[in-house]
């Protein structure tokens, strides 16, 4: 059974810093991977999606990697601001038109 | 992408009624999911409906109390029936598009009391 965690749960940085986000899956056999923002109370918001074949995706101050060998993605995200905080939940699609497998998410606070 | 609507934003019902959420999507798909967000917790798939079709239910949700319509390719209601204060969640639509991405509606913010 496809397990994804995501470490840490909540992080605190100050503003400008550049922080990591980590998600791992327990099946490396995966058909993608997603990164999304969910604002508290709203819907998610699509950030990058990666498919199997690749290795990494970028958008703006955004950056995702994937090694599907050991079960990881990362996101990292560059110069950090205020309006970057909120929750950041990784998901796999092991097929395609197979639903996604959501991590718990991690908590991004960055203070001004 | 994919632009997608949601109704009501939010609701507070009381114990025992139901509700019909309403989603809208810019332009046609053939599955539409519909997710529920409990209170601090990560995202859980109730069901996925086609249009023509009845809508398959994952593990711990069932037609009874989730009905689902999908009457076309750009629409589909979820009915919470018979709620509990356990309900109060946020329900989401969803759907995937070219390369098997995903995308979600704003979100129903739904208080039972």
């Known amino acids: 059974k496809q397990e994804v965690t995501q470490i840490p749960a909540a992080l605190s940085v100050p503003e400008g810093e550049n922080l990591v986000l980590n998600c791992s899956f327990t099946d490396s056999a995966i058909y993608n991977l997603q990164w999304f923002r969910q604002d508290p109370g709203k819907g998610l918001t699509s950030l990058l999606l990666i498919q199997s074949s690749q290795r990494e995706q970028t958008s703006g101050r955004l950056n995702a990697s994937l090694d599907k060998s050991s079960g990881r993605s990362t996101l990292y995200i560059a110069a950090s601001q205020p309006g970057d905080s909120a929750t950041y939940l990784c998901?796999?699609?092991?097929?395609?038109?197979?639903?996604?497998?959501f991590g718990q998410g991690t908590e991004l606070s960055v203070k001004p | 992408s994919a632009v997608i609507s949601q109704k009501p934003s939010r609701d507070i019902c009381q114990r025992g009624t139901s509700l019909t959420i309403q989603c809208q999507v810019d332009s046609q798909v053939t599955m539409m999911f519909w997710y529920r967000q409990q209170p601090g917790q990560s995202l859980t798939l109730i069901a996925t409906a086609n249009q023509g079709s009845e809508a398959t239910y994952e593990s711990g949700f069932v037609i009874d109390k989730f009905p689902i319509s999908r009457p076309n390719l750009t629409f589909s209601t979820l009915t919470v029936s018979n709620m509990s204060p356990e309900d109060s969640s946020i329900y989401l639509c969803s759907v995937v598009r070219a390369g098997e991405e995903q995308y979600f509606g704003p979100g129903t913010r739904l208080t039972v009391t």
């Open positions: 998901a796999v699609r092991l097929t395609i038109g197979g639903k996604l497998i």
